[in-house]
């Protein structure tokens, strides 16, 4: 131990006569510890939001869309809108197919909402079943949802959004108040909890829920929703009933074999997966730019120990006549190595720990420490350190003593 604390002492000393050389091969194993631990915190904490994205969105959820819709990136896009989708193709997905639990058609459009003098001059306002809920993981906060009575008498209720209800009632309590939705005076009976946006960029609540008989013959007097939300039984089945929905529709909307679909039926496990591809990318990127960044710092201590080692001669030359073994020459400059190695590891370890948390605070993402990015960063700085001293090393032990004396 104490042979060891001695190297150790050596190496700061030799390091302090190169201070620049010394600082720019820690920075680059810094940089390469910090890009990585840091991608990967971001990649987990990123993979964890999106986990929770899909568990609000509804349990083994299928949607089915009106019309054509077309995913660009991580977000779906209505190419064009189809007024075939009915309630009875609702009814018809549930009895048709043994792998559906539950159903629920809705309609949608955006409608000006006042109330006294606070007026919101475009609010998403959509028409659901009283299932509405379940399917889609979303629940009243307080007061309570629709129900059949309200959906079969075409009441005039509302349950609204959370921000819905802040900017429309400030302080007051919005339970049984009156608002206008567009020219129908809606009672309002319920406020949803807060659930934030969707998948598709949708702000949940910034919405207004009535009940979907309600919608389609008091507001928009249609005959055709523009979704069905669609619960799967068993997670597995997915595929296999996403095949049988578009079975049932085809023969129901009697769409010939070369022509196609009015309507689009979307899993939304493939939303997430290419947000899962995107995230698997950026997870390359940065261990890339870690590789790099950990071989310039390689090359940097390279190139600074074989500096030191031309500077030593006469000491290494004095220490083999005197006895050291060629071990304990490989040994200190190994340890000189990973001394500058291990600095800018653990710099890069505080600094992107600090970093990591920084970012989840301020893109509100979930906190997430990455074991496998801090065993990878470990590794690969303790590698760097003893790769770089090894041909230093094998340089110092060829010097012979009276090639010393001779010089």
Not at 285 to 314: C, D, K, Q, T, Y
Request: aromatic letters at 8%.
């Amino acid at each position: 131990m104490n042979r060891i604390f001695l190297n150790l002492k050596i190496a700061v000393r030799s390091l302090l006569n190169f201070k620049l050389r010394t600082s720019l091969a820690v920075l680059g194993v810094f940089l390469g510890t910090f890009s990585l631990i840091v991608v990967s915190n971001l990649s987990d904490s990123l993979s964890k939001k999106t986990e929770q994205e899909a568990e609000n969105f509804g349990v083994n959820l299928l949607i089915v869309r009106s019309g054509i819709v077309r995913k660009f990136g991580t977000r779906t896009r209505l190419l064009s809108e189809a007024t075939t989708l009915t309630v009875d193709d609702a009814s018809a997905i549930k009895n048709g197919s043994r792998l559906i639990h539950d159903v629920s058609p809705s309609g949608n459009e955006n409608f000006p909402v006042r109330y006294g003098n606070n007026v919101l001059k475009s609010v998403l306002v959509i028409g659901v079943t009283p299932n509405y809920t379940n399917i889609r993981n979303f629940h009243v906060k307080e007061g309570n949802f629709i129900t059949n009575d309200d959906n079969r008498n075409l009441n005039k209720v509302a349950v609204l959004g959370k921000k819905v209800a802040e900017r429309l009632f400030t302080d007051e309590d919005p339970i049984g108040k009156y608002i206008l939705i567009w020219r129908v005076p809606c009672q309002v009976i319920g406020i949803m909890e807060e659930k934030g946006v969707d998948i598709s960029g949708a702000d949940q609540d910034n919405q207004i829920f009535i009940p979907l008989n309600t919608f389609l013959r008091r507001f928009v007097n249609k005959d055709y929703v523009n979704n069905i939300s669609v619960q799967v039984i068993e997670e597995s089945l997915i595929p296999v009933a996403k095949k049988e929905i578009e079975f049932i529709l085809r023969n129901r909307h009697k769409i010939r074999d070369n022509q196609n679909d009015d309507f689009t039926v979307i899993d939304l496990k493939d939303v997430m997966e290419l947000k899962t591809q995107a995230m698997t990318m950026i997870k390359i990127l940065g261990r890339v730019s870690a590789v790099i960044s950990f071989l310039i710092g390689g090359i940097g201590i390279l190139s600074i120990m074989i500096l030191i080692v031309n500077e030593r001669r006469v000491e290494i030359g004095i220490r083999r006549a005197v006895g050291s073994r060629k071990r304990d020459i490989i040994l200190q400059f190994l340890i000189e190595a990973s001394f500058i190695s291990f600095s800018g590891g653990t710099v890069g370890v505080i600094l992107s720990s600090f970093a990591s948390i920084m970012i989840f605070v301020f893109a509100d993402l979930p906190f997430s420490i990455s074991p496998a990015g801090h065993v990878i960063s470990f590794v690969s700085t303790i590698a760097v350190g003893i790769l770089a001293g090894i041909y230093p090393s094998q340089k110092a032990i060829k010097i012979q003593p009276v090639d010393v004396i001779r010089s």
